[in-house]
């Protein structure tokens, strides 16, 4: 909620110590450096509530209907489709985006329509199941090995 670390919380802690004179490292460049830190956590948080609150509540109350419309119908899923799909490709895992596909069909297609009331949940529905379905399909037998390798000891069987 407070932004990007390497893109903003961090170059104002650089900021920060250059501006006092400190060296990282030392308390004094600590104390510049969290400082900086809160008090770009805070405009962060004020510049949300009053852009994104006060003025989003504005903006949507004059935005006509048939223009929200539209954005609910074409806008937020595509750029739902892109953000997955850019997490898709981070993964570079097939079994959890497969398991997530699943979940969100079966809860969509499956779960919803025969209890509408848990239309308001399903996402949490979706990332729970999600979460503890792919804990526990994990492949365990490539952590053991990976285990063993990382403490040096020799692989028996």
């Known amino acids: 909620m407070i932004g990007n670390i ?22 004094r460049g600590s104390l510049a450096a969290s400082m900086a830190i809160c008090g770009a956590a805070v405009v962060h948080i004020v510049s949300l509530v009053i852009f994104v ?3 989003g509540t504005w903006l949507l109350s004059i935005t006509p209907e048939t223009v ?19 997490a898709i490709i981070t993964v570079r895992r097939l079994r ?18 025969l209890m509408p009331g848990l239309a308001f949940v399903a996402t949490g529905i979706c990332v729970l199941t999600t979460i503890l ?8 037998v490539a952590e053991g090995r990976a285990e ?5 000891q020799p692989q028996g069987k």
């Open 96 to 113: 959890p985006v497969v398991i997530a596909f699943a979940v969100a069909v079966l809860v969509q297609l499956g779960l919803v329509p």
């Open 6 to 27: 390497s893109n903003k919380l961090l170059p104002s802690a650089v900021v920060a110590q250059q501006n006092v004179g400190a060296q990282p490292g030392t308390d």
């Open 148 to 152: 063993t390798a990382a403490s040096g």
């Open 133 to 140: 379905l792919t804990w526990f399909l994990r492949p365990r």
């Open 53 to 55: 609150g006060l003025m």
């Open 68 to 86: 929200l419309e539209v954005v609910r119908t074409y806008v937020v899923p595509a750029v739902f489709g892109a953000v997955a799909v850019q």
